[in-house]
């Protein structure tokens, strides 16, 4: 199995950056895809960015895209979400997740492992 560790949440000024970080162990890291997922106060959890097994893919919610980079490092076994341009409404607790697939997805119920989550609170 795999056990997902997040680190890197903290406070930013809205238009500042922050990197997420996923530390991985268990048993073939390399042969999962990866994804994030945020839930804010009050809401429902929600796809955020996920990775293919190769890092060859990635998919970005609307809501994102353009200012967030999700990537992966196989051989520390941690995966990334860069994020840029924070809006308060980035403002949530972000999950980290693994599939035991070498495909991207941005459904939660395909994701097989989860993180305990680490807040972000962006600051208007």
């Known amino acids: 199995q795999v056990r997902l560790v997040e680190s890197g949440g903290g406070l930013v000024q809205a238009g500042g950056s922050l990197r997420l970080s996923c530390a991985a162990s268990g048993r073939s890291f390399g042969t999962y895809a990866m994804g994030w997922f945020r839930q804010a106060p009050g809401k429902e959890r929600e796809f955020v960015a996920s990775?293919?097994?190769?890092?060859?893919?990635?998919d970005f919610a609307d809501s994102v895209k353009g200012r967030f980079t999700i990537s992966r490092d196989n051989a520390k076994n941690t995966a990334y979400l860069q994020m840029n341009s924070l809006k308060p409404e980035d403002t949530a607790v972000y999950y980290c997740?693994?599939?035991?697939?070498?495909?991207?997805?941005?459904?939660?119920?395909?994701?097989?492992?989860w993180g305990q989550g680490t807040q972000v609170t962006v600051s208007s």
């Open positions: 990775i293919s097994w190769s890092g060859g893919s990635t």
């Open positions: 997740a693994a599939r035991n697939s070498v495909w991207a997805s941005s459904r939660q119920y395909e994701y097989d492992y």
